[in-house]
């Protein structure tokens, strides 16, 4: 049953009394959590635009997967009436904007910093360490918090309402797609960086929102549609209409994706330029067909103060929820009075005209297509942007209030964000059998339909139950007080080395090996890439600190993650999530860094050998597995000199061989970081050091010895 009133974890620090920060951070300033399968980062300046000048990053889901970012931009605002600032002028309304450019002018970042629960542990492949950048974004630790990183941002505004927002992540696998923020508006009074309380005034009509623009995914808006990258075809679903109705009612394992939750979802539409395809879950119809857009992302409502005096959960708010004009919106100006136009506007979207007048349109798919059975709807041929005719795009918007807060007095909202869909392995299926073409198809539901389409979008579609299981899970987490099952902790090390024969993995126990629960240890490996299917190697008890992979085959890449495991006995439950084993996230030890197999160094230039060769374009999926434009040097000196020339002679790489191994690779690219072209080229090697066996000291290869080797290259 759900609570009609917010808790406090031991972990959450609520102001309810005046603020005063003296601390002052730059606004540019970050902070990236990087533990499960949800990824993201969040700013000093208390909202996130995604663009890095290069893509649009942020809100990475799935993470095991190169371009899965769904972030484009937050906007957020705050308005409220009959406001009367520190220089003594009286607004009819007031308003702001979370805005980069206004840091100094209406916004003024007092603090961000992460909270990790234990020091992530030290990752090496071949003596490089894997985790240092990211560990560094850890500002302190404190094994007492119940979630596994907090985030912590205060703002303070030109409105002397400040804003704290706490933003909560967890690793363990049921609970790891999706961040609760919990947000604390606490009328301050406190108008800059400074200690200096500004204003002692009561705030009325407070109303308090933000709209967010995904791209669902980077992956589709690159591939399939340059305008997706910032979110111009993505729809949003609104469900939770009848939620004052329903939200007495449990929310279950069995039954665990209500349609009554608030919340708003996003997800990819029709495009505006793409015609070819219907390209509903972004297939890659240039290629193998596999789905890459199968995302549904957005915000769930999970708890709202009924007022500063009343922490009651509101089941009449948010007061607006649904979609706004991605680019449409008040420019609240440089807070000048000639600005007070604006602010009332914003004022009135706040409100709860968010979508420019077109009634009904707060779910703007289902009313455009149907019952969402349809085979219209099923279709679904409309363009977003012929429903909201922006460049920029749909948000998913909400907004909150109005609220009076005296001054000292604060409002608190609980929200989580959260991104599921089909599996990669899913995706896969699905789309290799809409590419081929072969009815009749199977429904998700079990019945059959000879309509590529419709099965192709079926099945997409099942990505907004499996967002509200996401959402019922974020929810039960909150009011039991991120009292779920907690995984057992990583190893503290995980040490990879390639060897000549193996490679080597070894590891330190994992904290938790003493638990009476504690299972054991699993290790998985890909080949190629990282961003693929990882398959089980090991899986041991604890006391077992290393294990030699004696299966890897020679010039291939591979990559690890370790786990450790749990017997299960600690989560029977089943209450907050699955019972059964949990497992340490595989983001603590996954490894980005090749190991090879190394071959010894070679002992007579005849034997050097270039692999594959002729080199062709298909080798990638022949030879070194996922590895685009990439051959092998076998059997060379442990030290020497490698240049390739062109038939005519022309130097087109150089590359020093000094590991003492008998292997090197080389991607095909010219000094310029040009692809070389295909013809005949000549390899020649030069040892520059005496290559000695270790058996008999004779000298093998002398300094100075060399030899050249013709290949091939075709494309």
């Excluded at 649009?56 to 799935?62: A, K, S």
């Excluded at 303070?156 to 508006?185: C, P, W």
């Excluded at 957005?298 to 009343?310: A, E, I, M, P, Q």
């Excluded at 899986?539 to 992979?549: A, L, T």
């Amino acid at each position: 049953m759900f609570a009609l009133y917010h808790f406090f974890p031991k972990n959450i620090v609520l102001f309810l009394l005046p603020l005063v920060l003296v601390a002052q951070v730059d606004e540019t300033l970050k902070r990236y959590v990087k533990i499960g399968s949800l990824q993201s980062h969040f700013s000093a300046y208390g909202s996130e635009r995604a663009y890095n000048n290069t893509y649009y990053e942020g809100l990475i889901w799935p993470a095991d997967y190169l371009y899965q970012d769904n972030s484009v931009i937050k906007r957020s605002w705050m308005a409220c009436k009959d406001f009367t600032d520190n220089n003594g002028y009286s607004w009819g309304h007031y308003g702001l904007y979370f805005l980069l450019s206004d840091a100094g002018n209406s916004l003024f970042p007092m603090e961000l910093y992460q909270i990790a629960k234990f020091m992530p542990p030290a990752v090496y492949v071949d003596g490089v360490d894997i985790n240092s950048f990211y560990n560094a974004e850890i500002d302190s630790v404190n094994p007492d918090i119940e979630s596994d990183r907090i985030i912590v941002n205060t703002v303070n505004t030109s409105m002397g309402l400040t804003m704290e927002r706490r933003v909560y992540a967890f690793s363990q696998q049921y609970h790891d797609n999706y961040f609760i923020k919990v947000f604390t508006f606490t009328n301050t009074g406190n108008t800059d960086w400074d200690a200096e309380i500004e204003l002692n005034a009561d705030l009325n009509d407070v109303l308090i929102g933000w709209g967010t623009r995904y791209s669902v995914s980077r992956e589709a808006g690159t591939l399939l549609d340059g305008q997706q990258k910032w979110g111009k075809n993505s729809w949003v679903t609104r469900r939770g209409e009848n939620f004052s109705q329903n939200y007495q009612n449990p929310i279950t394992e069995a039954d665990p994706s209500p349609q009554w939750l608030r919340s708003v979802i996003s997800w990819y539409g029709r495009s505006a330029t793409l015609f070819q395809i219907n390209n509903i879950g972004g297939p890659d119809f240039r290629g193998n067909g596999r789905l890459t857009a199968p995302h549904h992302a957005g915000t769930v409502v999970l708890h709202v103060d009924k007022s500063w005096n009343d922490s009651v959960n509101d089941i009449n708010q948010p007061l607006f929820w649904g979609w706004h004009a991605g680019d449409t919106y008040p420019s609240m100006g440089t807070l000048s009075e000639s600005d007070e136009p604006a602010m009332a506007q914003l004022h009135e979207m706040l409100s709860g005209v968010p979508h420019l007048g077109l009634g009904g349109a707060e779910r703007p798919d289902e009313v455009a297509m149907g019952d969402p059975g349809s085979e219209t709807y099923l279709k679904h041929n409309i363009k977003p942007f012929d429903v909201h005719n922006d460049p920029g795009g749909m948000n998913a918007m909400l907004s909150y209030g109005p609220f009076d807060i005296p001054h000292g007095e604060s409002i608190v909202i609980v929200e989580a964000e959260g991104i599921n869909g089909l599996s990669r392995e899913m995706c896969e299926t699905i789309g290799f059998q809409w590419q081929d073409g072969g009815a009749p198809y199977i429904l998700p539901d079990g019945s059959e339909t000879n309509d590529q389409d419709i099965f192709k979008n079926s099945w997409v579609f099942t990505g907004k139950d499996s967002l509200l299981k996401t959402f019922g899970r974020a929810l039960r987490n909150y009011e039991a007080e991120f009292q779920i099952s907690k995984p057992p902790l990583p190893p503290a090390l995980f040490d990879v080395q390639s060897g000549g024969d193996r490679i080597f993995l070894s590891w330190d126990p994992s904290p938790s090996e003493g638990n009476p629960n504690f299972g054991g240890y699993e290790i998985w490996r890909a080949t190629g890439k990282p961003d693929t299917t990882y398959t089980n190697i090991y899986s041991g008890p604890g006391g077992v600190y290393s294990f030699d992979d004696l299966t890897p085959i020679r010039g291939n890449s591979y990559y690890y993650y370790i786990q450790s495991i749990t017997d299960g006995s600690e989560n029977i439950a089943g209450s907050l999530n699955p019972a059964g084993s949990l497992k340490s996230s595989r983001f603590y030890t996954k490894t980005s860094k090749p190991a090879y197999l190394r071959r010894q160094s070679g002992k007579v230039l005849d034997e050097i050998r270039i692999v594959p060769n002729p080199y062709h374009i298909a080798a990638k999926d022949l030879q070194y597995i996922g590895e685009r434009d990439k051959i092998m040097f076998l059997n060379i000196p442990g030290q020497c000199d490698i240049k390739v020339f062109t038939e005519r002679g022309d130097l087109v790489h150089k590359i020093e061989h000094r590991d003492g191994s008998g292997d090197e690779a080389w991607s095909l690219i010219t000094f310029g970081r040009q692809v070389i072209a295909p013809g005949i080229y000549v390899a020649h090697f030069k040892a520059t050091e005496n290559i000695v066996s270790a058996v008999s000291n004779e000298i093998l290869i002398v300094k100075g010895d060399q030899i050249v080797k013709k290949f091939v290259v075709v494309r």
